[in-house]
């Protein structure tokens, strides 16, 4: 074993021990009730979706979402229909493009972890793909599709994305990047619409991993404050950089929205001024022990 990958051992080993006590950081307290029914039914539509990512002379591009197998192509909707609302469980549902078909499930606590985590997709992204390597199927497929089409629309969850908006949420994330970021957050609800924005970009450093990014991420949520049921979202991010003295380019693009809805566009959109920015120097919380041990064991390099 070389010292990059001891050290990465010695990470993961860490995290894992340490893993009970980061589960309870991250989840929040969320004593509510799903206010949805069996047999719900919403269509949503993919307006557009795109994943390309370059690394070193390889290249590759796929349009859509996939999930868990079942493609849905830019322009295409599919339907998602609830099966069990369970009030400890969560939802299962079934997503259904007319042609395939693929069951879910969300909870609240798997809600808020994948949240938490998609927060800093950049960072992440950069460490999957110096862990697992480059994909070339997996790409053609277009980006997972983001399933949060159901939460508890409950004070104590929007409270949380109160706290998601401000700077000091992010102040307190720490971890082994040295991370310069510029950051922009809003949430608000407005007309029975819970409305979350997230702008941030920058650069991070994991000189163990050797990986040197810049980054850019802006990404929008909206659900029915009422229902918690999700009208759409927006997600726009790119790294550019270095991983292993290798170039890398990436970039992604979503757009899905409850059909008859009209999905507003990011509010910071190219942003600039930072009238009520920051310009800050944070470390972020990286991924959980259990999906970084997931990937470590999936790479297989090539001696």
Not at 66 to 75: D, Q, T
Request: proline share 2%; glycine share 8%.
């Amino acid at each position: 074993m070389n010292k990059k990958s001891q050290s990465l051992f010695l990470v993961i080993t860490f995290i894992l021990v340490l893993s009970p006590y980061l589960s309870q950081n991250l989840a929040v307290n969320i004593e509510g009730t799903w206010e949805i029914d069996d047999d719900t039914v919403v269509n949503y539509t993919i307006e557009g979706a795109s994943w390309g990512v370059q690394i070193g002379d390889q290249s590759i591009g796929g349009e859509g979402v996939n999930f868990k197998g079942v493609k849905i192509a830019p322009s295409n909707t599919f339907d998602v229909e609830v099966v069990n609302v369970d009030e400890q469980f969560g939802v299962e549902f079934i997503i259904d493009n007319s042609t395939a078909t693929a069951s879910g499930e969300i909870s609240s606590d798997l809600f808020l972890f994948e949240l938490d985590q998609f927060l800093y997709y950049p960072e992440q992204e950069a460490l999957r793909l110096s862990i697992q390597g480059f994909n070339r199927q997996e790409i053609i497929l277009g980006p997972g599709m983001i399933s949060w089409f159901f939460v508890e629309p409950e004070e104590s969850l929007w409270e949380h994305f109160r706290e998601i908006a401000n700077i000091d949420y992010h102040k307190s994330k720490e971890n082994n990047y040295d991370y310069e970021a510029y950051f922009e957050s809003f949430f608000e609800i407005r007309e029975n619409q819970a409305i979350f924005d997230l702008y941030m970009y920058g650069s991070f450093v994991n000189d163990t991993l050797e990986i040197d990014m810049n980054f850019n991420h802006n990404i929008k949520f909206v659900w029915d404050s009422l229902t918690g049921i999700l009208l759409g979202y927006r997600i726009s991010s790119s790294v550019s950089g270095s991983i292993e003295e290798l170039v890398l380019s990436e970039s992604i693009g979503i757009i899905c929205k409850e059909s008859s809805y009209s999905l507003p566009g990011f509010k910071f959109y190219n942003y600039s001024g930072f009238i009520s920015g920051y310009q800050i120097a944070i470390t972020f919380a990286g991924l959980s022990a259990g999906v970084i041990f997931s990937i470590f064991v999936k790479r297989k390099r090539k001696n």
